[in-house]
């Protein structure tokens, strides 16, 4: 088994007055040589954007990009013609592909919105765009998890161009759960606490740190407090 630990508060850090960003990964002008990715995780931002204000049109080309929104609505718009509000227990995935256009605007003039903002390596390049987004039933994670994204567009969740499958969980103090791995070969898995205590293979964790582990067939997670968790099972290989 190995790891990496990202302790919330050694995250890159940047405030625009509209926008309050935490990058786990390298990112715009916070650069970390030891953060560059997790495998084909190569983002990971933890963004608040003030009320009414947003990301202007602006372009991506050949990444996955997922957002997760945590509190408030988000407003997208792109290129292909989708105008769309995500909140709180919607997924929504772009693959960019060949490129597109597209802007994200808090939709709540009296609150901030707040989201992750996930990008993934593709394992195809040059693919048609497309756009898509699903409400999930927050229920089914409860005290269990709940796959959210994988390769598949048959199963659960939304998919992506991408040997990846994503899982989400909202435990009670003192429950387990384990998550085995799809493939243990090739792929690791980034554990981000969004909410809690919990205890992952051993590993003491708190609200907004990062866990990556590899070369492991499953994880053994235990809530020290009512917690809620997003692990992300990726590739090791960039190839």
């Given at each position: 088994?190995?790891?990496?630990?990202?302790?919330?508060?050694?995250?890159?850090?940047?405030?625009?007055?509209?926008?309050?960003?935490?990058?786990?990964?390298?990112?715009?002008?916070?650069?970390?040589?030891?953060?560059?990715?997790?495998?084909?995780?190569?983002?990971?931002?933890?963004?608040?954007?003030?009320?009414?204000?947003?990301?202007?049109?602006?372009?991506?080309?050949?990444?996955?990009?997922v957002s997760?929104?945590?509190?408030?609505?988000?407003?997208?718009?792109?290129?292909?013609?989708?105008?769309?509000?995500?909140?709180?227990?919607?997924?929504?995935?772009?693959?960019?592909?060949?490129?597109?256009?597209?802007?994200?605007?808090?939709?709540?003039?009296?609150?901030?919105?707040?989201?992750?903002?996930?990008?993934?390596?593709?394992?195809?390049?040059?693919?048609?765009?497309?756009?898509?987004?699903?409400?999930?039933?927050?229920?089914?994670?409860?005290?269990?998890?709940?796959?959210?994204?994988?390769?598949?567009?048959?199963?659960a969740g939304?998919?992506?161009?991408?040997?990846?499958?994503?899982?989400?969980?909202?435990?009670?103090?003192?429950?387990?759960?384990?998550?085995?791995?799809?493939?243990?070969?090739?792929?690791?898995?980034?554990?981000?606490?969004?909410?809690?205590?919990?205890?992952?293979?051993g590993e003491?964790?708190?609200?907004?740190?990062?866990?990556?582990?590899?070369?492991?067939?499953?994880?053994?997670?235990?809530?020290?407090?009512?917690?809620?968790?997003?692990?992300?099972?990726?590739?090791?290989?960039?190839?």
């Open positions: 088994m190995k790891k990496v630990i990202h302790k919330a508060d050694t995250r890159g850090n940047a405030d625009h007055g509209w926008l309050k960003s935490r990058h786990t990964f390298s990112f715009a002008n916070y650069y970390n040589p030891e953060r560059m990715n997790f495998g084909v995780l190569r983002v990971l931002n933890d963004d608040t954007v003030s009320e009414s204000m947003g990301f202007g049109t602006h372009p991506h080309r050949d990444m996955e990009i997760i929104p945590l509190e408030g609505d988000l407003k997208h718009q792109d290129n292909m013609g989708n105008e769309t509000i995500i909140k709180a227990g919607d997924i929504q995935v772009m693959s960019a592909g060949t490129g597109v256009m597209h802007s994200e605007y808090n939709n709540n003039p009296d609150q901030p919105v707040k989201f992750l903002q996930i990008w993934v390596i593709p394992n195809k390049q040059n693919v048609q765009p497309r756009y898509d987004q699903i409400t999930l039933n927050t229920a089914d994670r409860k005290n269990k998890l709940q796959q959210v994204l994988s390769p598949n567009a048959d199963d939304v998919w992506i161009h991408q040997n990846a499958w994503f899982n989400m969980t909202n435990l009670d103090k003192d429950k387990e759960v384990q998550y085995n791995l799809n493939d243990a070969e090739n792929n690791g898995v980034y554990a981000f606490i969004l909410k809690g205590d919990v205890t992952i293979n003491k964790l708190n609200e907004r740190d990062g866990l990556g582990i590899w070369d492991v067939d499953a994880l053994d997670i235990k809530a020290d407090s009512d917690t809620e968790i997003l692990l992300m099972e990726v590739p090791m290989s960039l190839n």
